[in-house]
């Protein structure tokens, strides 16, 4: 079936650090989602690309949209203790559910 | 203000029970879902429901069954809890249509088996 391989599993910046997720998917993508799950807390959506090649940015976030649409990335730039969480990618092939990510830990030491 | 309301944080359960989560969303969405976390293995979708009386099984079905009699309400039944249910159970909406709609989830059910 439908799979979304992301890595890190985990990872852990100091402040400051830069932090990059990736995801890849195993088929080509209509668009593609990314959450951020603080802990105890549930998935909130950040954004969806649905462009071949489509970059996005939110402050010091940076997402990107492969060529192939069947890879993505999630940049943060100079890492803040409020970035800490798990971030999901989750990608559609157009039905109306989504395919997640296993998701990548991040862990920002002050 | 969006919301999604899943009617317990925590459950405890013996194996063997039936178990109701019951999960509310107040945005008129057409779609639904039910999803359980695990540690290492992201959200795995159990099913989802794009209509009143509609679902569709997703990638971990088995032991699972669900209920959607109006549109704002979709239920998760385990009919008879084993430990290996022990999990996060999310609750999701959104709208219908495509592209696929961001996900609007709920506080989620800690649910232990024992």
């Known amino acids: 079936g439908q799979q979304v391989m992301q890595i890190p599993q985990y990872q852990h910046v100091q402040e400051g650090e830069d932090f990059t997720t990736y995801c890849n998917s195993s088929t080509t993508l209509s668009n593609i989602q990314w959450y951020k799950q603080r802990p105890g807390g549930h998935p909130v959506f950040l954004i969806q690309?649905?462009?071949?090649?489509e970059v996005k940015k939110q402050k010091r976030l940076t997402f990107q949209f492969g060529e192939a649409k069947k890879n993505s990335s999630l940049h943060i730039t100079a890492t803040q203790t409020t970035d800490v969480g798990t971030y999901f990618c989750?990608?559609?092939?157009?039905?109306?559910?989504?395919?997640f990510g296993t998701g990548t830990r991040l862990t920002v030491i002050p | 203000d969006v919301k999604v309301t899943q009617s317990s944080r925590y459950l405890v359960k013996r194996t063997g029970e039936k178990v109701f989560l019951e999960c509310v969303q107040d945005?008129?969405?057409?779609?639904m879902f039910w999803y359980r976390q695990d540690p290492g293995l992201g959200l795995r979708l159990i099913y989802f429901s794009y209509d009143v009386k509609m679902k569709e099984k997703g990638d971990i079905p088995e032991g699972y069954s669900v209920s959607r009699e109006k549109k704002e309400r979709f239920s998760l039944i385990l009919e008879s809890a084993s430990t290996n249910q022990t999990s996060m159970y999310l609750c999701a909406s959104s709208l219908g249509g495509q592209p696929t709609y961001e996900q609007y989830f709920g506080p989620g059910t800690r649910l232990t088996v024992t």
């Open positions: 989750a990608g559609s092939t157009g039905a109306n559910n989504l395919f």
């Open positions: 690309l649905v462009k071949s090649g």
């Open positions: 945005m008129d969405h057409e779609n």
